[in-house]
């Protein structure tokens, strides 16, 4: 893949393992804690829209994982990734604390 792509790629998935988004995205989250050394099965990872959107090759994600991510790494194999670093501690709150705003109206005119 090109740089532009492998750019994309990487950041995709650091967000999805990312601390701000692990704890709130359950079907990862349960991913991680359920197999051994945290690693994830990329397949399993491809299969959603955005990834989809990107690349269906796990060929091109293994390679920009590889060459990109500071946060990841990818198995020997190239058929898992995992988080270099610990999970973050579990907060039972989190969710209460997340905001969703829907029907904001566009403004026509934005100053600063």
Known sequence: PDEDLC?????????????????KDD????????????????????????VKQLTQDTRQIVFALRKCSTTLEVNDLGTAVRRKEKLPPYDVEITSRTVVVINIPSPHNVTA
């Not at 790629?9 to 988004?21: H, K, P, T, W």
């Open 7 to 23: 750019g994309k790629i990487n950041y995709l998935f650091e967000f999805y393992f990312s601390d701000r988004n692990i704890l």
């Open 27 to 50: 079907f990862i989250l349960k991913l991680v804690k359920n197999n051994e050394g945290g690693f994830v099965k990329i397949e399993l990872i491809s299969v959603r829209k955005k």
